[in-house]
Each structure stands twice: as structure tokens, then as C-alpha cells.
């Protein structure tokens, strides 16, 4: 009885400390300290506790943790390929050997581009003289490579959006059709011509446009209309029969999204599209070794592929480069796994404030890798899925309650992204 009166005031102030930290902290304070441990025994079985990550100098990489409460953006350490490796039983592999993090690569992405005037907020902009688009385009003057598409040729624009352009008579909600003088479109898009009833954007010129995906100027895009998508809304179980692929941020899914006992993952802080089916990041089940994702695909058979990768190749290269690797990574993963669903994630935004800091990370960047990553999906076998919408502000990047660094969501918060797949689900 004394020894209880004596201790009864620690007892229950560690009672409250635990209640606080099961339902209001989720355990994030010690979600860091738990991951150093987890990588000193992975690092002590695998028998290379103390191998460094090598550097690969010819890109940058983001992925500095995926850990709730650490700093992703990075500051120079090595992570390596393999490094935060998950596999479905729940085994997590550290230490690699490629890829590095920080922010050391001040390059800039492409973005606006010929001719004269552009105050689009987003970015990409246009040929010709003028434009006042609120997002990009709308343009006049002839061309427009604008991210949401734009009308072209002729001149004055009086489109909401973007878009809007001579011609007679156009109503389309979206963008699109046009014929004669005079555009009202709400979005992007009218053009000259006859015929256009573009879903999305996509003005054309010329007659007889159906495009659901952006086009662009000139021709005719009809040929590349995708039929529609019927979603449906399923369950965790849907997951069973899937491998979930990409970086620190499908690692996160991995430690937080509740699937790491139903789904396969292949995941690594710091992958790239660029060492997808070259580094060693799949540990093998009992064995002191890890495989390629190739070798682990050629090994095991799935009807769903979730894809999410492409804010580690931010620094390096072209959006044109990087948007040619993913189409090969693609088309391989086709070959590897014919009969599977492959969906391909649009990369997550990052916060306004941190796209905003003038580095490499920026939204305008991920729009432009977005948008050529949704032209890849066919609406058959492979869709195109995108969650910013759901996890986005007003400004246009990440909410910045839902994010630790500006860049990945938070553990609470990867709940959204998954909701968002359960409710954009195919029959496989």
C-alpha cells in the first residue's frame, strides 16, 4: 500500500503520457529514434552495419526520411537504392547503394517558354504575345504549351481559365469546340476550326476533336480518345494481390497506410525511375540478400501495380528526359507483368512554401511530369490516378498541416491517399 502511494502519481502520470501518445501523437515523437533502431538491426543481420550509401552523382534525391517527424528535404546524407526497403511480410531493408539526398542541385525546371507575356501563376506559358491566363495559357498569337492546354491561333482571349479564342459561338464547359468567332469556354482550350469537343483540354485546330487528354496545337487528337472510366470502391482485401512500387513516399504508405500485411511492396527512400530494375532493394525471405525489383518481378505474379516515383528525379535532367525514362519503365513493367493493372500515380505536390524556396522542388515541375505522366494511361490497362486534389490547397500545393516537410504527408494523413485508391479501383 505505501509502495502504491508512492508511485501512484508516476503510474498515472504515465498512463496519461501513453493515452496521449496512442490517440493524439500517434507515436510519431519516437517514430525517428524507432527507425534508427530498426536500421541498426536490419543494418546488424544483413551483416553491414556499418556500409555507407554510395552517392550517385548524376541525380538528386528528396528522400531524406519518411519518418512523420523528420526533415525529407535533405542535407547531404547518402540513403542508397536500397535504403528503406519494404517487402510485403512487413520486413524493412536498410542501406543501399545508390542515390543520394539533399538539396544540393539548384537546377531549374523548365517552365514558360517562347514569345512574349506570360503571367500564368502556374507554369508553362506560350507563344506569341499575351497572356493573362489565371493558370497558363490563353493565349494569342500562335502556340501554346501551356500545362492545362490552351486555344491557339487567332487572336484575343477571353477564356476564364485559360483558353478561350476567336472564332464564333463556343460554350464548351471545359475546353474545346469552336467554330467561327467568339469563346466562352470556362477552361482552356477553344480554337479555330470547326468541331471541337475536347473533355479536357486540348484545342485543336482543324475539325472533329473528341481528346480527353490535354493535345496540343494543330492536327488532329481525336485518335488518342480513352474511353471512360467506371470506378469502384473496395476494401482493404482489393490490396492483396498488388505491389505497391516507388520511394520514400510509397514507404510511407508502407509504414502507416495499414497494408503492410496484405499488399507487396518494393519501395526505397531515394529510387528513381532511373534505378528502378537496377538497385537491390528487395530483401529476400530468409536470406541475408536483397534482389532487383526486376528479379522480384520476374519472380512473382500480380494483378495490380501502383507506381509512385518521380520527386527524387526532380533535380536531374528534363522533364522530357524523365517523362521518356517512365515511359520505358512502363512498358517494362508490362512485359514483366502482362496481365496486371498498372497504376501510375501522379507525383504528389509539394507545400506552396517549400515549392516557393527557388530550388529544383517545385510544383510547377510536378505539374509538367503530371500532366505527361497521365498521357501514358490507356484507361484499360493503365490508369492514371491523382491524388492532389484531395491532399491540396487553394494555392495549389500540399496543405501544410498534412506535411512535416513540406513534401511528405504525414503518418495521420496517409489514410487520405489510401481512401483515395480504395475509391479508384478497377475490376481485375
Not at 536470406?287 to 509512385?308: C, D, G, H, P, W
Request: net charge negative; with cysteine.
Amino acid at each position: 500500500m505505501k509502495w502504491l502511494k508512492k508511485w501512484c502519481y508516476f503510474i498515472l502520470l504515465t498512463g496519461c503520457g501513453i493515452v496521449y501518445l496512442s490517440c493524439v501523437d500517434h507515436w510519431q515523437v519516437y517514430a525517428e529514434p524507432w527507425q534508427r533502431v530498426r536500421s541498426w538491426y536490419d543494418g546488424l543481420v544483413n551483416g553491414d552495419l556499418f556500409a555507407g550509401g554510395q552517392t550517385d552523382e548524376t541525380w538528386v534525391s528528396v528522400d531524406g526520411g519518411v519518418s512523420p517527424d523528420s526533415d525529407s528535404d535533405g542535407s547531404g546524407e547518402n540513403t542508397g537504392s536500397g535504403n528503406g526497403v519494404v517487402n510485403a511480410p512487413g520486413v524493412l531493408a536498410e542501406n543501399g547503394s545508390d542515390g543520394s539526398l539533399g538539396e544540393g542541385n539548384t537546377e531549374n525546371y523548365p517552365e514558360n517558354m517562347t514569345g512574349s507575356g506570360n503571367a500564368g501563376s502556374y507554369p508553362e506559358g506560350t507563344t506569341g504575345s499575351g497572356n493573362a491566363g489565371s493558370y497558363p495559357e490563353g493565349t494569342t498569337g500562335s502556340g501554346n504549351t501551356g500545362s492545362y492546354p490552351g486555344g491557339m491561333s487567332g487572336s484575343g482571349n477571353t477564356g476564364s481559365y485559360p483558353g478561350g479564342i476567336t472564332g464564333s459561338g463556343n460554350a464548351a464547359n471545359h475546353p474545346g469546340g469552336i467554330t467561327g468567332s467568339g469563346n466562352a469556354a470556362n477552361r482552356p482550350g477553344g480554337i479555330t476550326g470547326s468541331g471541337n469537343t475536347g473533355n479536357y483540354p486540348g484545342g485543336i485546330t482543324g475539325s472533329g476533336n473528341t481528346g480527353t487528354a490535354p493535345g496540343g496545337p494543330g492536327g488532329n487528337f481525336g485518335e488518342n480518345t480513352l474511353p471512360e472510366v467506371q470506378y469502384m470502391t473496395v476494401e482493404d482485401d482489393y490490396f492483396a494481390d498488388a505491389v505497391f512500387i516507388g520511394d520514400s513516399r510509397t514507404v510511407g504508405m508502407f509504414e502507416y497506410g495499414g497494408l503492410e500485411e496484405i499488399s507487396t511492396f518494393y519501395a526505397s527512400k531515394g529510387l528513381t525511375v532511373y534505378k528502378l530494375f537496377d538497385a537491390d532493394i528487395v530483401p529476400v525471405p530468409d536470406e541475408r540478400k536483397q534482389i532487383t525489383v526486376e528479379e522480384a518481378l520476374q519472380q512473382n505474379s500480380f494483378a495490380k501495380i501502383y507506381l509512385m516515383i518521380g520527386i527524387n528525379e526532380m533535380g536531374t535532367g528534363t522533364v522530357e528526359s524523365f517523362l521518356e525514362k517512365y515511359q520505358e519503365v512502363v512498358a517494362h513493367l508490362r512485359e514483366l507483368q502482362p496481365d496486371a493493372v498498372i497504376y501510375l500515380q501522379a507525383i504528389i505536390k509539394v507545400t506552396a512554401e517549400r515549392s516557393g524556396k527557388g530550388d529544383y522542388i517545385n510544383n510547377e515541375g510536378i505539374i509538367a511530369r503530371n500532366e505527361g505522366i497521365a498521357k501514358l494511361a490507356d484507361n484499360e490497362k493503365i490508369f492514371f490516378l491523382d491524388v492532389n486534389p484531395e491532399v491540396c490547397d487553394e494555392s495549389g500545393g500540399m496543405i501544410p498541416d498534412y506535411t512535416f516537410d513540406g513534401v511528405h504527408l504525414k503518418a495521420r494523413y496517409i489514410e487520405i491517399w489510401k481512401d483515395y485508391l480504395k475509391t479508384h479501383a478497377i475490376s481485375s
